[in-house]
């Protein structure tokens, strides 16, 4: 590996690193959605997006279940959504202890101009990866998601 001109030695030093092919990989993916999200549009900001369009009002714990995230992640996540105008929470008033969200007017016009932006990302990536490949990449974060799951329990 090392010793082809094209490699960078040093790069072949950390190819053997499972962690240095997720960051790799994540970098990439990064790269791969950023032309396709208008500015100040995260793949994170989508999801939440999509989910509360989808169902209309979710609550925090319900969204920070779905994206796989702790709950002050998301709720970090969603402060800086509300001070742009994109979502706003609320005590549900049957249990004042939950919060909910909704989207804005302003949060479902950005969900509809950069919706299709993300079906078309997806797209892209169908094309691109084989079905065994998806299934490989799904295969892989269940299993990362297990054992991060089993380590902070313990």
């Known amino acids: 590996m090392a010793d082809r001109p094209d490699r960078d030695p040093l790069r072949s030093e950390l190819e053997g690193l499972p962690c240095f092919w997720l ?3 994540w970098r990439r993916a990064q790269a ?26 979710l609550g925090v714990t319900a969204l920070a279940r779905a994206l796989d995230l702790d ?9 800086r959504m509300e001070r742009e105008g994109l979502v706003e929470r609320r005590r549900a008033a049957e249990n004042r202890l ?3 969200v909704r989207m804005t007017p302003a949060g479902r016009a950005r969900y509809r ?18 079905p065994r490949d998806v299934a490989t990449l799904k295969r892989i974060a269940e299993t990362l998601s297990r054992e991060t799951a089993t380590k902070e329990s313990s």
Request: no cysteine.
């Open 113 to 130: 101009r950069v919706a299709a932006a993300l079906e078309a990302v997806d797209a892209r990536l169908l094309r691109a990866l084989k």
């Open 71 to 79: 709950v002050g992640t998301v709720s970090g996540l969603l402060s």
């Open 98 to 100: 939950e919060v909910r």
């Open 23 to 25: 960051y790799l990989g």
């Open 32 to 57: 791969f959605y950023r032309p396709y999200l208008e500015e100040g549009t995260n793949p994170q900001r989508m999801y939440v997006l999509g989910l509360v369009a989808q169902n209309g009002e």
